[in-house]
T-cell receptor
Framework: TQLLEQSPQFLSIQEGENLTVYCNSS?????LQWYRQEPGEGPVLLVT?????EVKKLKRLTFQFGDARKDSSLHITAAQPGDTGLYLC??????????FGTGTRLTVIP | GAGVSQSPSNKVTEKGKDVELRCDPI?????LYWYRQRLGQGLEFLIY????????KSGLPSDRFSAERTGESVSTLTIQRTQQEDSAVYLC???????????????FGPGTRLTVL
């Protein structure tokens, strides 16, 4: 079983603060994706990282793939209430599907 | 430019009854996936369809669960003799090509919330 553990499980912060969410596994993944899911909706893709050590930026979000392709992090700068949601990492070990992480539920308080 | 649609959006059923959930993928997407999401948790892979190939059923939790897809169109997920532990949101996703080939984005539907009383 290829588990993706995310931490923290829950995070509540004030608007304007910075935060980092982690996604860790003992398995190597050919690629890793980050999704955000809002209540009553399906997850929406934020980014895909493929190369070990890769860093991608999406406005105030910075994604990093570990050198060994076993872990990833998501850093949000100056969080806003619109960032509230469930953040899911998902790894593709080369099989047909994605293995999803346990999720981090973020609440940004205005 | 419709996205993935699922029906019904909510389904309440009694223990022991059968339910059928429907997914309409994005037109032209060859790959289709079903996932289960229990309250407050991540997504659990159930089954994967790719064109006319045999589906990957490795994630189905029991023989009460089955799914069908005709060609590259609609898919139905059937749960027979539902149990209370089947209560969850069932999500469908489609992608242009399988994830393993080109890291293609999976587009998710809004899900069907199933409640088994």
């Amino acid at each position: 079983t290829q588990l993706l553990e995310q931490s923290p499980q829950f995070l509540s912060i004030q608007e304007g603060e910075n935060l980092t969410v982690y996604c860790n596994s003992s398995s190597v993944f050919s690629s890793l994706q980050w999704y955000r899911q809002e209540p009553g909706e399906g997850p929406v893709l934020l980014v895909t990282v493929v190369t070990g050590g890769e860093v991608k930026k999406l406005k105030r979000l910075t994604f990093q793939f570990g050198d060994a392709r076993k872990d990833s992090s998501l850093h949000i700068t100056a969080a806003q209430p619109g960032d509230t949601g469930l953040y899911l990492c998902a790894g593709a070990p080369g099989a047909n599907n994605l293995f999803f992480g346990t999720g981090t539920r973020l609440t940004v308080i205005p | 430019g419709a996205g993935v649609s699922q029906s019904p959006s909510n389904k309440v059923t009694e223990k022991g009854k059968d339910v059928e959930l429907r997914c309409d993928p994005i037109s032209g997407h060859t790959a289709l996936y079903w996932y289960r999401q229990r309250l407050g948790q991540g997504l659990e892979f159930l089954i994967y369809f790719q064109g006319n190939s045999a589906p990957d059923k490795s994630g189905l939790p029991s023989d009460r669960f089955s799914a069908e897809r005709t060609g590259e169109s609609v898919s139905t997920l059937t749960i027979q003799r539902t149990q209370q532990e089947d209560s969850a949101v069932y999500l469908c996703a489609s992608s242009l090509t399988p994830v393993r080939f080109s890291y293609n984005e999976q587009f998710f539907g809004p899900g069907t919330r199933l409640t088994v009383l």
